[in-house]
């Protein structure tokens, strides 16, 4: 379940040294808000120092009520749309760690506050201090006093929210290119760490390092003060802060990052850059498309054949290049559609998705049989544009979807829907969209490896098949559909900056088809590690998985 709400404060250790604009501040100001606002101004600096992050967040009062009714607006959403509400709680598979666990409940428990908990080993060493490089590539033997590794897996696993694989949370908790340890959306409990560190043998010593705050300017022009954070962020009336706009930023971020690495690297050839979407390389003798997002901003049929340019003669597989490397890491997901896309264009000859159901509750019978009433189509709870998956018909009605299937789950006997596919007739027209614009590629199945940290959204994982987890996450928003008076269903949040994603549908393996992918482990068929090279250099991390296409 990806279910979190990003703050405007991205904060990361150590990543510039403030000094230099912190004489010029303007201590007078006592909101935090405003003085955030007035460096913004003054300076066009995107980065902040913590106390002000802080003293802007403190600006806004506690307020018992909208909390009790966020919690309130949760347990609703989750009670009457979460899919696995009672899958959740069975016991992990192995492989697998989490705590199986009733999320009303645990919800219930956060109303007053409580929390736990603890795991194996590695080395853990400075990738970039930005103050004293010296120090890069130094053992961190300690943080705040606590043994790193202790430190970082409690972090994975209790604030890490992507992800059922304790592996694949570590690996994100030490990630860069998004929330992660040291790139945080939750303030930090204090305004700096102090690491412990050694290196090349020598005695250990300590390093304090200052938490320094930043966000994009789309949200800096959007207040001046606390009041104007608190009303146009936090409790807004704007469509363009969706939690799309939240994956955008983070896909943003990831891509220049990803672009600055391989521009710097003279053995990488830059073949085509899709902004925030798709770019292609070529390595050596082989070919990398990095797909960074299956939500591009401004998606459209003439982006996509752009993705299939890049792909065909004028440009990589021009190049001659027999091997390509999906490099699918930190890919924040996406649209269905988006990857059914790549995995027509780059397997044509399988069937390119999964099938699909839905758990029951009197709140989603509601929600789908109202919306099936509609005339407008295309809403998360329209099931017109899927077929039965056994029958490939489509639904007659919302009692043809709904059916009568009922499964134990967690001890829960529950009601779930027929299974059921995306239409032919919508796989039928993507074929021919890409069958117009290009001709088969050049390589086959075996010919291509698939790169993953891990972190792969929804409609990621959807590409890479054999990735860890599985989660189509659709944002349920509930003011729509007429219902709001409705008792069944939950009231929305009292600030409207609130949003949760929850995946609403269950996803079954096409060779199992009792399988629930999102709670079945399948570990990679090979582990590559990071190490001072390749975490430094992609092109060598390509390399080394490119060296494993076609070997056992
Ligand atoms: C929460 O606190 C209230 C009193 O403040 C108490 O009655 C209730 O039992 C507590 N709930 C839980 C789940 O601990
Ligand atoms: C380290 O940080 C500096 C300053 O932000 C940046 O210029 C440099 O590219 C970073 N190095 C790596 C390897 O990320
Ligand atoms: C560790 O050794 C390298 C060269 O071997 C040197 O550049 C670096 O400054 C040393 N680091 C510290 C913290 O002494
Ligand atoms: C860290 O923050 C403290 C207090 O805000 C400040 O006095 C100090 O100069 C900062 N250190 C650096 C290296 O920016
Ligand atoms: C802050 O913004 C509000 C409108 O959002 C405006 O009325 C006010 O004058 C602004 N204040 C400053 C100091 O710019
Ligand atoms: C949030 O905004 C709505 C108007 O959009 C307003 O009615 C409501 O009072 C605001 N809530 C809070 C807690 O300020
Ligand atoms: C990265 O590694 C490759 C292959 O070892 C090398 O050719 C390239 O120069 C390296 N790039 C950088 C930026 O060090
Ligand atoms: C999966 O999510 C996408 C949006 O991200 C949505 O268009 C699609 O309908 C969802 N599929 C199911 C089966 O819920
Ligand atoms: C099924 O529904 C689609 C629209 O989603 C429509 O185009 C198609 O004609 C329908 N097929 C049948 C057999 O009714
Ligand atoms: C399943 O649905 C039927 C018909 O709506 C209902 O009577 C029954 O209580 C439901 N069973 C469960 C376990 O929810
Ligand atoms: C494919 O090309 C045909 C003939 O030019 C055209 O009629 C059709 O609309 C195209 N289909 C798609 C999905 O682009």
Request: with cysteine; proline share 3%; net charge negative.
């Amino acid at each position: 379940m990806e279910s979190y709400k990003m703050f405007f404060a991205f904060l990361f250790v150590s990543s510039v040294n403030v000094q230099s604009y912190v004489i010029s501040r303007q201590t007078s100001v006592s909101d935090g808000c405003a003085r955030i606002y007035n460096e913004f101004i003054a300076s066009q600096k995107i980065r902040f120092i913590y106390d002000d992050v802080k003293d802007c967040y403190e600006n806004f009062p506690f307020d018992k009520d909208v909390a009790s009714k966020t919690i309130d607006t949760l347990t609703g959403l989750i009670g009457g749309f979460y899919s696995f509400l009672d899958k959740a709680k069975e016991p992990p598979q192995p492989g697998f760690d989490f705590r199986s666990m009733d999320l009303i409940a645990e919800l219930d428990l956060f109303r007053n506050k409580s929390y736990t908990t603890l795991h194996d080993f590695t080395k853990i060493k400075v990738f970039n201090d930005t103050i004293d490089r010296s120090n890069n590539d130094c053992e961190v033997t300690h943080i705040d006093g606590q043994q790193t590794f202790n430190v970082i897996s409690d972090y994975a696993k209790n604030s890490v929210v992507f992800s059922r694989d304790p592996g694949v949370r570590f690996n994100i908790a030490l990630g860069r290119a998004h929330v992660s340890f040291a790139i945080r959306n939750e303030l930090p409990a204090k305004s700096y760490i102090i690491y412990t560190l050694k290196c090349n043998n020598t005695n250990d010593f300590n390093i304090k390092r200052n938490w320094t705050a930043f966000t994009s300017s789309t949200i800096l022009n959007m207040f001046n003060d606390s009041k104007s954070y608190f009303n146009n962020i936090c409790n807004h009336t704007k469509e363009s802060l969706s939690s799309s706009f939240w994956r955008q930023e983070i896909a943003k971020i990831i891509d220049d990052i990803n672009g600055i690495l391989a521009e710097q690297d003279k053995s990488v050839t830059t073949i085509r850059i899709i902004d925030e979407f798709v770019d292609f390389f070529k390595v050596q003798d082989f070919g990398v498309v990095k797909i960074v997002t299956e939500l591009p901003v401004a998606l459209s049929d003439a982006l996509l054949a752009n993705v299939i340019q890049g792909f065909k003669f004028k440009d990589l597989a021009n190049t001659g290049v027999k091997k390509i490397v999906l490099d699918l890491s930190d890919n924040v997901g996406g649209q269905l559609l988006v990857a059914v896309f790549f995995n027509l264009l780059l397997f044509p000859n399988t069937y390119p998705t999964f099938d699909f159901d839905i758990r029951i509750s009197e709140q989603m019978k509601l929600a789908i049989t109202e919306q099936f009433k509609l005339v407008t189509p295309d809403y998360i709870f329209d099931m017109r544009g899927y077929v039965n998956s056994k029958t490939h018909a489509n639904f007659t009605s919302s009692d043809d979807f709904i059916s009568n299937n009922v499964y134990t789950r967690g001890g829960i006997m529950g009601n779930y829907s027929n299974k059921y596919a995306l239409s032919d007739s919508i796989l039928n027209e993507r074929i021919q969209f890409i069958q117009n614009l290009t001709t088969p590629l050049p390589w086959k199945s075996e010919d291509y490896i698939i790169l993953t940290n891990g972190f792969c959204g929804s409609a990621c994982a959807f590409i890479a098949e054999h990735a860890v987890e599985f989660n189509n996450v659709t944002t349920v928003v509930v003011e729509i559909l007429g219902l709001l008076n409705n008792a069944l269903m939950p009231k929305p949040f009292p600030l409207t900056g609130t949003f949760v994603n929850l995946p609403i549908s269950e996803i079954y393996s096409k060779i199992n088809p009792d399988e629930i992918l999102e709670f079945s482990f399948r570990p990679a068929k090979f582990r590559l590690f990071y190490d001072e090279q390749n975490v430094r250099n992609i092109s060598i991390l390509w390399s080394q998985a490119a060296a494993l296409i076609g070997s056992k």
